[in-house]
């Protein structure tokens, strides 16, 4: 089963670093009560990798929905940038944001949201109706196949009253990933299961992710933290830090694409490092370290002074690293 089928999306895309899924820069949602102005988001910048399972994490009113609804394209943001593999958000009109929705997103919701007088298999099959290459018996296998996922293919036949909440959360799950989504967003997952139950959801989801699916999610629930690779701390529409989970074991998936990702950005800081020494016979490392994107800069897969350092070995420029100070011999551009 492939969780992350690469798509060809047809609306032109924006020349941003395709090495995120998610990328949003400065994003403010204002929403107007009346008279009144509520500052829901206030310049959130994020940036979601592939296979990535992230968690968003904050008391009631912070802007963990509002957020997650503008990483899903469920509404627009009043300032900023919100990019879907490389794909502006923000400049869409309502029909291409819908056709985006339908193709790469996949939508989890607290109160599962299943239709019901459909089965557990009509209802996973429901996203599938719009896709046009797929027979009918295609579509019904494809179903099948993802009730098996979530490990519910002996309830196919079941509707959503014959089925138990943390049922009825994996067949919604199921659902979200007939489109064969970039990126799956989850409001309040395990908000209304009990805690037993929640802790199974948030197992399933980490296997899914472990197969290489990408999940944003809001919750209250502090076990969370325990099932993602990052947590986002929100509080009134900030994000306030953002935790690398410790203790999980990192799957081949998770390891190539980091890998992958560290290997960019030391590619990048390499180009920056090499603008800024241009025309220079010395500059501190501290000018060096200040011309590189921070995402760039922790992502980092060396020391900086050994990436300088591999710079001089592969000879793209002659000189030398002394306490602080790099001193440019030859610049060999
Ligand atoms: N449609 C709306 N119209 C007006 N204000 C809104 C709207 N949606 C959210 N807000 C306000 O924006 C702020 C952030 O709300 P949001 O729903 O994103 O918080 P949340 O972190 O998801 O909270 P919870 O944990 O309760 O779900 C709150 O002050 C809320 O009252
Ligand atoms: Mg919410």
């Given amino acids: ?105 996949g939508y989890v919701f607290q109160f599962y949201n299943l239709l019901p007088l459909l089965t557990a298999l009509e ?41 138990s909440g943390g049922e009825q959360q994996r067949v919604a799950i199921a659902r979200a990933f007939s489109n064969d989504p970039s990126i799956v967003i989850l409001d309040e997952p395990t908000g209304d299961l009990d805690s037993k139950t929640g802790i199974e959801i948030l197992n399933l989801l980490r296997d899914l992710n472990r197969k290489g699916a990408t999940f944003v999610t809001a919750t209250h629930d502090g076990a969370v933290s325990e099932y993602c690779n990052r947590v986002l701390h929100l509080r009134d529409g900030k994000v306030v830090s953002g935790l690398q989970a410790e203790g999980l074991k990192e799957t081949s998936v998770q390891r190539k694409t980091r890998l992958e990702h560290q290997q960019k950005d030391k590619e990048i800081a390499k180009e920056k490092i090499m603008k800024i020494i241009e025309g220079r016979d010395k500059v501190s490392i501290e000018r060096l370290r200040a011309g590189i994107p921070s995402e760039v800069m922790e992502n980092l897969p060396l020391h900086f002074d050994d990436i300088i350092q591999e710079m001089i070995d592969e000879e793209l420029f002659i000189g030398n690293l002394d306490r602080g100070v790099l001193y440019i011999v030859k610049n060999k551009k």
Avoid at 125 to 154: C, N, W, Y
């Fill in 123 to 163: 209802n996973v099959m429901i996203p599938l109706h719009f896709q046009a290459k797929l027979s009918r018996r295609g579509k019904t296998r494809k179903a099948m196949e993802l009730l098996r996922l979530v490990k519910l293919d002996e309830r196919a036949n079941h509707t959503p009253s014959e089925l």
């Fill in 1 to 105: 089963m492939v969780l992350k089928a690469p798509k060809k999306i047809e609306i032109e895309e924006e020349k941003v670093d395709q090495t995120y899924k998610i990328i949003a820069e400065n994003l403010h949602k204002t929403y107007l009560l009346g008279k009144t102005a509520v500052a829901a988001l206030r310049g959130v910048n994020v940036n979601i990798k592939e296979a990535e399972f992230v968690g968003l994490y904050g008391p009631s009113g912070s802007g963990k929905t509002t957020l997650l609804n503008l990483i899903g394209g469920l509404d627009y943001p009043t300032r900023g940038k919100i990019y879907l593999d490389g794909i502006n958000m923000a400049k869409l009109d309502d029909n291409e944001l819908a056709d985006l929705r339908r193709d790469h997103i």
